[in-house]
């Protein structure tokens, strides 16, 4: 992959207007417009932007799903978006939201939404791939109804760790192992991505429950994007350090006690799965950075 020069550039909004100096890296903070932060990308008019770039939705039917991309690549920072997920029976689909470079050595950062029927909850199921090589599973139940109402997600990624965050709640930290022989995904720039596809073969209760297509087309809907990221454009090898004013809400090294004790609270009652603890999985140990604690 050829190394990209980050930039300052294209800022929105300017009551948010900031540029984040961290680990050397230019950051920009903006409220996000999808008509000039994304493109629609498959799914022949089943992704649609409305309210003046501020409302998207990504629809799937028996023929086809739908996805979006970012314009802009990112290294480090922090993604929030608002999702509403397909509501009733969404049993069999997939929605997909998502960083990742490209190339078979590509990097991850994943939340998945696997549908259920109606009246069981949905899964919301997250990994991490570095250098093309995922199988870092963690899987939660949520505390609401996805469906009712929009609710922010949130991925932030730093050279120190990744940490998934729903409603500004932290669910899982992924620390950099690197001091132990773990890859770490922090040199290949991602764009964000997002779907709406069908996989009953696996998604809901291992395949067994398949799509009811009567109930198509299933749609979800996006909102509140924002970016407080590196932007990569150009060639060169790295983003340039300048002086900048830092917002100060995710450059902390670590999570304080507060987030601790809420992560705690996540992974005592709402995970359902964890690679970590899998030892059917891995019967001659668990993978290295399970031995890590956060």
Known sequence: MKEKMGSCSNVVSMSLMACLVMNSLVFVAYGGDFYQDFDLTWGDRRG?????????????????GSGFQSKKEYLFGRIDMQL?????NSAGTVTAYYLSSQ??????????????LSG???ILHTNVYTLGKG???????LWFDPTRNFHTYSIIWKPQHIIFLVDNTPIRVFKNAEAIGV???????????SSLWN????????????TDWTKAPFTAYYRNFNANACVWSGTGSSCSKTNSVSDGAWETTELDAPGRRRLRWVQ?????YNYCTDLKRYPQGVPPECKRRF
């Open 48 to 64: 649609k932007i409305f309210k003046g770039g501020k409302l998207l939705s990504l629809s799937l039917d028996r023929v086809s």
């Open 84 to 88: 509403k997920l397909v509501a009733g």
């Open 103 to 116: 190339g078979p050595t590509h990097d991850e950062i994943d939340f998945e939404f696997l549908g259920n």
């Open 120 to 122: 069981d909850p949905y």
């Open 135 to 141: 199988n870092r599973e963690q899987q939660f139940y």
């Open 183 to 193: 890859p770490f995904p922090k040199s290949q720039p991602m764009r964000i991505y």
């Open 199 to 210: 996989a009953d073969d696996w998604a809901t209760r291992g395949g067994l429950v398949k």
């Open 268 to 272: 005592k009652y709402f995970m359902i």
